[in-house]
């Protein structure tokens, strides 16, 4: 049986819950990659897209991150992703596509 995939009406509000009931780890200032495969994060910065509406994605270039060398996980900070929840919110969520360059 195949589920209907949603956007949750507050993303903030959904991923803190996740976090509260574990659904998803969230570390600080950790720099291994202990719950995954043990290795170290290495401090880089790579494009990532972040879906903000039914249709809606922003995408941020040289977005700074932690990433592992050995498997996909990777980390972002939280002053990071308190800045990115910033400019998030002034998004134009009407605009199919936004390209935003991250700058601290």
Do not use: H
Request: charged share 25%; glycine share 6%.
């Amino acid at each position: 049986m195949v589920t209907e995939r949603r956007l949750p009406q507050d993303p903030i509000e959904f991923v803190q819950d996740c976090v509260r009931r574990r659904r998803i780890l969230w570390t600080q200032g950790d720099r291994s990659c202990n719950e995954v495969c043990g290795s170290n994060l290495t401090a880089t910065t790579t494009d990532l897209p972040f879906k903000v509406g039914e249709t809606s994605i922003v995408i941020f270039r040289s977005l700074p991150l932690l990433q592992c060398g050995t498997c996909p996980e990777y980390l972002i900070t939280d002053d990071v992703l308190g800045r990115v929840d910033e400019i998030l919110a002034q998004v134009d969520s009407g605009a199919e596509l936004e390209i935003i360059r991250f700058a601290a």
